[in-house]
């Protein structure tokens, strides 16, 4: 790793994480707003707060920035707000028109755009295009008041050791949720903020035998896929592709097959947001998206908590859905650039973004002593995820197209067959993990984190 990135890490430090959408500035293009699919970020928004006073932005000229997030129209005019005190705009773009401009102007020298917001999987197609800037003298600049998360930091870096591609600015990620009553069915000794999976399936087995009904529950008709990619592979393997079918993942089926499965509500099949479940009682602990628990935190503050997901032998895994801040290679206004990524990274601004949409900072130092309860409930959650010393990143798939969706099939093939089906563990991972290694190579994506950078297609091992 090159001394810059050596000094980078020696002054970051872990810090409080949250989820995020993201603003633009008006363009000469500006392609259509759409709105973001809701795994990237909550489905509803906080209750707005006051804003804070604000302090100005240095006059840098106009700013072009433009963004994947913050594309519905009461979004906007929120995060405009925001914006219009720090003397910026931006202009809300769909992601594929957005790549296309960026790559128009690595080839005609010129730039239209001074600054993108987008999703860490926006990022690898202008990578390979040589289209953006190196953001380590700006990280570094911004490192001497603010501390980021050090592993999202990382991620900008993909897979290189001295070029950042995107500064982080926001995220969105899943965590547990529970009713206050199911923490008397814990495992004696077990610490509900630092759980392991083991524990995990016995609080749900107490739970089921003493209340005579299962009462954990998973959303397989939701987001369960992400179930898989982000928590279950990561923690009991250390990796998500690499690792697909290797003897880790074989113990991780037969547990959740045997320890688990048999105390997870069957009505789990049917769920697709926990937090009407986890409000009706039919469930009291779960697992979700931090979008599709809010209601539940936010209905009966009191009688719910959020915790990070359990641990497993190669630590924490968990899914973040980073928002990243980037530089086109040639943007006209690289000083205004910066400028606007130093407002947006500041901990008073991240905060208003928090209460005032719901999405969570990637900074220490935001102030959460006046959150919404559903909101404060979920950072606190978000938090100690991300801060556990053994947290393992597991970023979305990238570098599949429009064949993202079979990635997650296949995840959700090799439980289903083995868990509800009573299939061989051993015939379906080689089965799903070929089919899995055909459409790496027929897309040609590398591996991503968790697993090592690759040359070429990820493997599986």
């Given amino acids: 790793m090159s001394a810059k990135m050596r000094t980078l890490g020696l002054f970051v430090v872990v810090a409080l994480l949250f989820a995020a959408c993201v603003p633009a500035a008006p363009a000469p293009v500006a392609p259509a707003a759409t709105e973001a699919p809701a795994e990237e970020g909550p489905a509803e928004t906080a209750t707005a707060a006051p804003a804070e006073e604000a302090v100005a932005a240095p006059a840098v000229g106009e700013v072009v920035f433009f963004s994947t997030q913050f594309a519905p129209v009461e979004e906007q005019e929120k995060f405009r707000a925001i914006l219009r005190d720090g003397g910026f705009d931006f202009t809300a773009s769909e992601e594929g028109p957005l790549i296309d401009v960026v790559l128009a102007g690595a080839q005609s020298g010129v730039s239209e755009i001074d600054v993108i917001g987008a999703l860490h999987g926006t990022f690898p197609p202008l990578q390979r295009a040589d289209a953006l800037m190196n953001m380590i003298d700006i990280a570094e600049d911004l490192m001497a008041d603010r501390e980021f998360v050090q592993a999202f930091l990382e991620t900008g870096l993909l897979g290189t050791e001295d070029f950042l591609y995107y500064i982080p600015w926001m995220q969105a990620t899943y965590i547990m949720a529970a009713h206050v009553d199911a923490l008397e069915f814990l495992p004696e000794g077990a610490d509900v903020g630092a759980l392991t999976w083991e524990q995990f399936g016995e609080w749900c087995k107490a739970l089921a035998e003493g209340t005579g009904g299962p009462k954990c529950g998973l959303p397989h008709a939701g987001l369960f896929h992400r179930f898989l990619q982000g928590y279950a592979w990561p923690s009991w393997t250390g990796g998500m592709v690499t690792t697909f079918k290797n003897d880790d993942a074989a113990t991780m089926l037969e547990w959740m097959r045997d320890a688990l499965w048999p105390y997870i509500n069957p009505q789990s099949i049917n769920y ?66 910066a400028a606007l990524i130093e407002y947006l990274t500041r901990p008073e601004v991240q905060g208003r973004v928090l209460k005032e949409l719901g999405f969570f900072p990637v900074v220490a130092g935001v102030d959460t002593s006046d959150l919404p309860p559903g909101i404060a409930i979920e950072a606190a959650a978000v938090a100690a995820q991300s801060n556990a010393p053994n947290a393992l990143p597991a970023l979305l798939p990238v570098g ?11 995840f959700r093939n090799a439980f289903d067959r083995v868990v509800l089906n009573g299939e061989d563990i051993r015939t379906v991972l080689d089965e799903e993990g070929a089919n899995l290694q055909a459409l790496l190579d027929e897309t040609g994506a590398p591996c991503w984190a968790p697993d090592p950078p690759s040359d070429g297609p990820c493997q599986v091992q």
């Fill in 272 to 337: 697709s947001f926990m937090q009407e479940p986890l409000l009706s009682g039919e469930v009291w602990v779960a697992f979700d998206h931090t979008a599709r628990l809010l209601d539940a935190f936010n209905s009966d503050p009191e009688a719910f908590i959020g915790f990070p997901a359990p641990s497993g032998p190669y630590g924490l895994g968990f899914m973040p859905v980073i928002v990243g801040l980037g530089i086109p290679a040639h943007a006209r206004n690289p000083e205004g650039a």
């Fill in 400 to 410: 599949l197209g429009a064949r993202g969706g079979e990635i997650n099939q296949i």
